[in-house]
C-alpha cells in the first residue's frame, strides 16, 4: 500500500526551530506537499517539492530526497499561532494525480 | 469572496437517514475532491471529478455517491448513515496538470457530520 510516516507530536518553545519528519512508501510519486490545518479549520497548503533539496517560503522550509524517500518541513523563530498540524502528503499518480495524507503532526508551541 | 464553499456546516442526524452535502468552487478549476477527515484526523480521498467525470473513487461503501453537476459543483449523497460515518467531510478543488507540478489543492470549511 501507499503510505506515509510522521511524528504524532512535536512540542516547542516560541522563537525555536522544529524539524518535521516525513518518510513514504508511495508509487507513482511526483513530489511531497505540506499542510497546515488548525483545529477546526481546513487544511492550507504551505509548501510542494517535486525535485531534490530546499525550498524556503519566508519563515518556512521544506525538503527533499527522493533517493531516501524522505522529506521535512522546517520551521523557524515559531510563533503562537504555528500551532496546528502539520500533515506531509504524497502526489501520486495512478492516471489521475491525488494526495495521499500522512497521519498529521501536532505541534504544540509553548511561550 | 470563498474560494471553496460547503453546506452545511454541521449537520446531526439520526443512523439511517440520507443526507447530501454540497461544494462549491469560484477559482475555476477543474478538478474537485471529496475527503474525509476521522477522529484521528487521518485525512483520505474518497472521490474526484474533473470536468463533471468521475476520476477517482476509492473503496468507499456505495451508500456514498457523488454527484457533479458543473465543473465548479461537487455533491455528496450519503444513504443509511451508519455511525462510522461521523466524520469531518472535506471538499476540495486544484486545477490538474500533469507531470512534475504541484497540484495545489484548496479545501472547504468541512461539514462535521454526526451520526447518532
Known amino acids: 500500500g501507499q503510505s506515509l510516516e510522521q511524528p504524532s507530536e512535536v512540542t516547542a518553545v516560541e522563537g525555536a526551530i522544529v524539524q518535521i519528519n516525513c518518510t513514504y512508501q508511495t508509487s507513482g510519486f511526483y513530489g511531497l506537499s505540506w499542510y497546515q490545518q488548525h483545529d477546526g479549520g481546513a487544511p492550507t497548503f504551505l509548501s510542494y517539492?517535486?525535485?531534490?533539496g530546499l525550498e524556503e517560503t519566508g519563515r518556512f522550509s521544506s525538503f527533499l530526497s527522493r533517493s531516501d524517500s524522505y522529506g521535512y518541513l522546517l520551521l523557524q523563530e515559531l510563533q503562537m499561532k504555528d500551532s496546528a498540524s502539520y500533515f506531509c502528503?504524497?502526489?501520486?499518480?495512478?492516471?489521475?494525480?491525488?494526495?495521499?495524507f500522512g497521519a498529521g503532526t501536532r505541534l504544540a508551541v509553548h511561550p | 469572496d470563498t474560494a471553496v464553499s460547503q453546506t452545511p456546516k454541521y449537520l446531526v442526524t439520526q443512523m439511517g437517514n440520507d443526507k447530501s452535502i454540497k461544494c462549491e468552487q469560484n477559482?475555476?478549476?477543474?478538478?474537485m475532491y471529496w475527503y474525509k477527515q476521522d477522529s484521528k484526523k487521518f485525512l483520505k480521498i474518497m472521490f474526484s471529478?474533473?470536468?463533471?467525470?468521475?476520476?477517482i473513487n476509492e473503496t468507499v461503501p456505495n451508500r456514498f455517491s457523488p454527484k457533479s453537476p458543473d465543473k465548479a459543483h461537487l455533491n455528496l449523497h450519503i444513504n443509511s448513515l451508519e455511525l462510522g460515518d461521523s466524520a469531518v467531510y472535506f471538499c476540495a478543488s486544484s486545477q490538474q496538470r500533469d507531470g512534475f507540478e504541484t497540484d495545489t489543492q484548496y479545501f472547504g470549511p468541512g461539514t462535521r457530520l454526526t451520526v447518532l
Open positions: 471529478y474533473n470536468n463533471k467525470e468521475l476520476i
Open positions: 502528503a504524497a502526489l501520486v499518480s495512478g492516471g489521475y494525480n491525488k494526495l495521499i
Open positions: 517539492n517535486a525535485l531534490d
Open positions: 477559482l475555476g478549476h477543474d478538478t
